[in-house]
């Protein structure tokens, strides 16, 4: 992916919060931090070990990138609770 897209991207993004779609309540916005649960094993995190993002970011190739900790994780290795 280019630069420029990743600069348009994040013009209609922040590294503060997420955009999801709950059943329940439609689009709603979460806020840094939120808490996901582990799905798959990733680093020294268990499956349904609960553990906190403190900020998002997207990837070269436009993944979303959960930072927890100091480290980023691809979100695919988690699960939000809305």
Known sequence: MGRKLI??????TSSNSILVHSATKGLIR???PFTVT???????FMVWEEVEVVNVK?????????????????????????
């Open 7 to 12: 600069d348009d991207i994040n013009k209609y």
């Open 30 to 32: 979460l806020y840094c």
């Open 38 to 44: 582990v799905i798959e094993s990733v680093d020294s």
């Open 58 to 82: 997207v990837s070269k190739e436009l993944k979303l990138i959960y930072i927890i900790g100091n480290k980023g994780y691809y979100h695919y290795h988690f699960s939000i609770q809305v």
